[in-house]
């Protein structure tokens, strides 16, 4: 009986390595139409902005990070009305493999390869917002984000493949900056990167569920 109990315990240790990270699940719909912004231009940072990632598998979990080739967000009466962001897939890194270089540079080409990004085929991902609303969530959602204050939209391109993504975020906005930030887990496999994606693997498994954590800081 105590070995039994032993090996439920690993099994439920091994579960749970398959889950992302707690985090709000972005609602993905079709492509939605974008409105050209309006207003005052803020110019994103891109030394400071980042878009990080969590992968997970039931043998643990790797994380790393995209940078931002450029970025404009447009704000009229105080309120974001537009705005595009261009992701560079060749920037991608993986930092929790920092003390196995030949690891780290093996995760990398795999993750930029044809089986996920195909980053020399695909080298930009683009998320440009369709709309952003005071957040209000409805009755009864359970909302991780408990600091949110809106609620972003936008479609989302990934090799070629364009979804519109909600999602809950904490922004302020300021004459001068905006400062943006959110978590969310999103389904990889919509943007057809399913690669070990089939519950059938089991110990080969790839969650298709990827966490994203954005932190984006513009200048007017």
Known sequence: MR????????????TACQEAPKAD????????IVETG???PYVVDTLTSRVAWVGTKPTGKH?????????TIYVKDSAINGGKFIINMHSLEDTDLAADPAMKVKLENELKGNL???????PEATFEITSVTTFRPAVGDEILMKDATHTIQGNLTMKDVI???????KISINASEILASATFNM???LWGMTYRADKSLQDK???????????????R
């Open 116 to 122: 996920f990004f195909d980053v020399d085929k695909y």
């Open 38 to 40: 309006t207003g005052h």
């Open 163 to 169: 979804k519109n993504i909600a999602f809950p975020a």
């Open 63 to 71: 994380q790393g990070y995209f940078k931002l080739l450029k970025g």
């Open 205 to 219: 498994l790839i969650n298709s569920m990827v966490n994203i954590t954005f932190t984006i800081k513009a200048a």
């Open 3 to 14: 070995n039994f109990i032993v090996l439920i315990i690993a099994i439920c240790g091994l």
């Open 25 to 32: 699940k972005a609602k993905v719909t079709d492509a939605q």
């Open 187 to 189: 389904d990889r496999t």
